[in-house]
C-alpha cells in the first residue's frame, strides 16, 4: 500500500480521535506515489502540473467490467459476508494499482431482516481513497458507492454500477486535477436491515460520524452514485429542497451533454447521511426496473450509456 500524507484518512479513519492535529505535511517515512506527480504524456520538460479532467477522460469499459467482476464473479454480498470482504479486497486492490492511497474504515453492523432474509451481525468496512492532498479547513469533494446488497441480488445494477463508475472516476482522474481535493468511498452496508431510517446506511453514518470538525465544515459536496446503469435520462436527487449542490450536478450534467430528471425527497442512499449531519449530498441515480432486489439483477440489465452519462457528469462536475 502506498502510505503518504493521508491527512483526511488520519483523521477518518480513528473513530473518536480528536485530540491530535495533523500537521498537514507528509511523514518522514513515507513516499509520495510517482503516479500521482508524472506530467502527462507529450508535456513539455519543466511543466509538471497535470491537465484538468474532461468528461472525455471517462473509460466506460472499466465500469463495465466492475458490473461483470461484482455481479458475476463475486455475486450477493451482504456487507457482513465473506463475499463483501472479497468484493472490498478487490476494490481496493483496483484502486491501488490507479494510483488512489487506499484505507479501511471498519464499523459494525448490526443483525436484521434486509429485503428477504435475516442477516447476522458483524464488522464491515467503507474503502477509502484519496491523494493525500486533503487538508484540514480547506474544502473538498466526495464520491461514494455502496458496495453491499441484500441477501440473492447479485447487484448489478444495485449497486455494482455505482462501484464502476466510482472506478472509472478514479482512473480518469487518477493523473489529472481536479478543481478540489476528492475522496472516494466504496460503502459499506447500506441497505436496510429494518423498517427505520436508521435501519440503513451504516457504512456512510460510520464515515460522516468520524469526520472531525474541521473536515465537516470543509466539506464542499457528496454525491452518491446509487442504481446509476438503468435509463436514459439521469436522475439527480436532494433529500429536502433543490440544494446548491443538486444545482451545480445539473450544472455538469448540462456541461456534459447528459439529458436529467431532478428529484426532491430522494433519501434512499448514502447521501443521505451527509445530509442529516448537516453537510452537502446529492445522489445520482435511482431509475425504476424489474430487477430491483431480486436474483435477476445481472449484468445483462446494465446499460453502457446510463453508466457514460453518470461518469461525465460526474467528471464535469469534478472538472
Ligand atoms: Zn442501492
Not at 459476508?81 to 472490498?88: M, Q, V
Not at 475522496?183 to 435501519?199: I, M, W, Y
Not at 444545482?247 to 430528471?261: C, D, F, I, K, Q
Request: glycine residues 10%.
Amino acid at each position: 500500500m502506498i502510505r503518504t500524507a493521508g491527512v483526511l484518512l488520519g483523521l477518518t479513519l480513528v473513530a473518536g480521535c480528536s485530540a491530535s492535529s495533523p500537521s498537514g505535511a507528509p511523514s518522514p517515512s513515507t513516499s509520495p506515489s510517482s503516479s500521482l506527480s508524472t506530467s502527462p504524456p507529450g508535456s513539455p520538460a519543466g511543466t509538471p502540473a497535470p491537465q484538468r479532467v474532461s468528461p472525455g477522460d471517462l473509460r466506460v469499459d472499466t465500469a463495465v467490467a466492475a458490473v461483470e467482476h461484482l455481479a458475476d464473479r463475486v455475486g450477493p454480498r451482504p456487507g457482513t459476508t465473506p463475499a463483501y470482504f472479497r468484493a472490498a479486497g478487490w476494490v481496493e486492490r483496483e484502486l491501488e494499482a490507479l494510483g488512489w492511497q487506499v484505507e479501511r474504515q471498519r464499523f459494525r453492523t448490526p443483525a436484521g431482516y434486509s429485503w428477504v432474509a435475516q442477516v447476522a451481525a458483524g464488522p464491515s468496512v467503507n474503502v477509502v481513497a484519496s491523494r493525500g492532498d486533503v487538508r484540514p479547513g480547506e474544502p473538498w469533494l466526495a464520491v461514494g458507492a455502496h458496495l453491499d446488497t441484500v441477501p440473492r441480488s447479485p447487484g448489478a445494477e444495485d449497486n455494482a454500477s455505482g462501484v464502476g463508475v466510482l472506478l472509472a472516476v478514479a482512473e480518469a482522474v487518477a493523473a489529472r486535477q481536479t478543481r478540489l481535493p476528492v475522496v472516494l468511498v466504496a460503502f459499506g452496508s447500506e441497505e436496510p436491515r429494518g423498517p427505520t431510517d436508521d435501519d440503513h446506511h451504516y457504512g456512510s453514518r460510520a464515515y460522516v460520524d468520524a469526520l472531525a470538525g474541521p473536515e465537516r465544515r470543509s466539506l464542499a459536496g457528496m454525491v452518491s452514485l446509487d442504481r446509476v446503469g438503468v435509463g436514459d435520462v439521469l436522475p439527480v436527487g436532494s433529500p429536502t429542497t433543490p440544494s446548491r449542490l443538486r444545482a451545480e450536478l445539473l450544472a455538469a450534467a448540462r456541461a456534459a451533454g447528459v439529458a436529467t430528471v431532478a428529484e426532491t425527497g430522494q433519501r434512499s442512499s448514502d447521501h443521505w447521511s451527509f445530509v442529516r449531519a448537516g453537510l452537502p449530498g446529492v445522489r445520482l441515480g435511482s431509475t425504476p426496473y424489474a430487477g430491483y432486489h431480486d436474483v435477476s439483477d445481472v449484468p445483462a440489465g446494465v446499460d453502457r450509456d446510463q453508466l457514460t452519462r453518470t461518469g461525465r457528469t460526474l467528471l464535469a462536475w469534478l472538472r
